[in-house]
């Protein structure tokens, strides 16, 4: 849309967030709570995209350093959100035409509801126009006051609410069209005269309509969408409306999730067709799982990507992996940052990988450490086997040749290299190069004492 720019409110501390961070910065879904509204507002075209930041204002702007649609303006002290909204005077200056007004502690609000409101907006070419919504229990928020014929007069605080205007089910969502000139002309004359002793936003509708200017209310009937957090509860439920959204748009993609209420899917995660995920999963970050894949329950992934027909065995946890196809892992496997399994590859039970390449069709199927190893194809890597992989000072890489078969309780001692098609015995602590082709065994021999045990009694 064209001639729309937004401002969005995210100065304040959240003092009833009762928390160290600020409450933009607060996730929901995966996501800091702020990028809900920024998106939003950069899907209806809104140029530019003021962000009035204050509390913690350089990591709430530092979000956005590299974007050049948004411009930030620091509220020192913060005085209400009138007093926010003009600190952004300056930088929409010679702008006319819509001001969107946003506030950072809305993550369920959608585009095309904001478009439906900038729409409405402009076709009654309105001074003001404010989004409402019914709730069956508007405790918190600002009341739409309207006269009788329906018209909206102004909007009043709980705090500053008389019994009978608490009892208007009809709230403010705190997020407004106004037209710029009348915006920037008169938000100066709001003044902090209420119970909290705040310059107040919400004083522009009565402005607008004391003037007699075209003053309205889009009630959107999505009482969720408008849902602003204030505490951590209030956060909780916004996250879960969000995962439901996340969950809901996955399977009409065709992935089945087997219990949608226990499975935690962040926004912006990747999940192809005829994948299933089981309860209790968690799938985080910038994580993609291609189509065919099982993810058993009580699975944690995050930041990987997952080529097709894996299968995620239940309890493992999966950190900034990449599996090519048909990799199993688990149950109860580590896979940490840096590990990369190329196709048929199988990890077994309390394995742990950190940093390492494995090539295709190789197996570590039992209670084995692997770290800064680089493990050729069709490799067997017996229950016990331990990279050691760190002196006390430094780490080393050790690198195992194609079919390699190494025995159970194999400690390799890097830097070492066992040689392509090696057999490594049970039991060997590998501290020199092993050659292609060969054995390396370093057992003491076994010695049996016959009657030992009678002699003793
Ligand atoms: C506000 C509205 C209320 C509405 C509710 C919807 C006012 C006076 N009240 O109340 O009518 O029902 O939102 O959720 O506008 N902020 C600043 N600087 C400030 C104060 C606030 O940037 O000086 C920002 C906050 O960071 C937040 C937003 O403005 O993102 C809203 O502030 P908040 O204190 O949450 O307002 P509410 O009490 O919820
Ligand atoms: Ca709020």
Redesign the pocket.
């Known amino acids: 849309m064209d001639n729309v720019a937004a401002i969005l409110?995210?100065?304040?501390k959240?003092t009833r967030m009762k928390s160290g961070l600020v409450?933009?910065l607060h996730p929901a879904a995966g996501r800091p709570m702020i990028d809900y509204p920024v998106t939003a507002a950069r899907t209806v075209g809104a140029k530019p995209v003021v962000l009035?930041v204050?509390h913690q204002a350089e990591a709430v702007q530092g979000r956005f350093r590299a974007a050049e649609d948004i411009r930030c303006v620091l509220?020192k002290e913060?005085?209400?959100?009138g007093?926010?909204v003009a600190c952004a005077r300056d930088a929409l200056a010679g702008f006319s035409g819509t001001v969107l007004i946003l506030?950072?502690?809305?993550p369920l609000l959608r585009a095309e509801t904001l478009k439906r409101l900038i729409d409405f907006h402009r076709a009654q070419t309105a001074a003001v126009t404010v989004l409402t919504a019914m709730m069956d229990d508007p405790c918190?928020?600002?009341r739409v006051v309207r006269d009788n014929s329906g018209k909206v007069l102004r909007?009043v605080?709980q705090k500053d609410a008389d019994p009978k205007e608490r009892a208007i089910r009809e709230?403010?969502?705190?997020i407004y069209c106004m037209d710029a000139a009348f915006l920037f002309d008169n938000i100066d004359s709001v003044g902090s005269d209420n119970a909290q002793q705040?310059f107040?936003?919400?004083e522009l509708v009565a402005v607008a309509a004391g003037k007699g200017l075209a003053c309205l209310a889009q009630c959107s009937g999505d009482a969720e969408e408008i849902m602003?957090v204030?505490d951590l509860s209030q956060l909780a439920e916004a996250s879960r409306c969000l995962r439901r959204r996340i969950n809901r748009e996955l399977m009409l993609s065709g992935v089945t999730i087997v219990d949608p209420d226990q499975t935690y899917i962040d926004q912006g995660v990747a999940i192809g067709a005829d994948s299933t995920v089981h309860p209790n999963c968690r799938i985080s970050g910038t994580t993609i799982i291609g189509s065919g894949c099982v993810i058993d329950g009580n699975v944690s992934i995050s930041d990987c990507r997952i080529a097709d027909n894996c299968h995620i065995k239940a309890g493992s946890v999966l950190e900034g992996s990449e599996l090519l196809e048909a990799v199993a892992v688990g149950p109860m496997a580590h896979l940490r940052p840096g590990t990369v399994l190329h196709a048929h590859v199988k990890i077994g039970n309390f394995v742990e990988t950190k940093k390492i390449v494995m090539g295709e069709g190789s197996k570590a199927s039992h209670l084995t450490y692997l770290g800064d190893a680089e493990i050729g194809r069709d490799v067997n890597i017996g229950c016990g086997t331990i990279t050691c992989n760190y002196d006390g000072e430094n780490k080393h890489r050790t690198v195992i040749g194609d079919r390699v078969f190494i025995g159970s309780d194999v400690q390799l001692v890097a830097p070492v290299t066992v040689g392509r098609n090696s057999l490594v015995a049970a039991g060997t602590t590998v501290t020199i190069d092993v050659p292609p082709d060969s054995l390396a065994i370093s057992r003491v021999p076994q010695v049996n004492k016959d009657g030992w045990r009678l002699k003793k009694k």
């Open positions: 409110l995210a100065a304040g959240g409450k933009v009035v204050g509220q913060q005085l209400g959100t007093h926010a506030c950072g502690d809305t918190g928020y600002g909007i605080e709230v403010n969502s705190g705040e107040y936003l919400t602003g204030n």
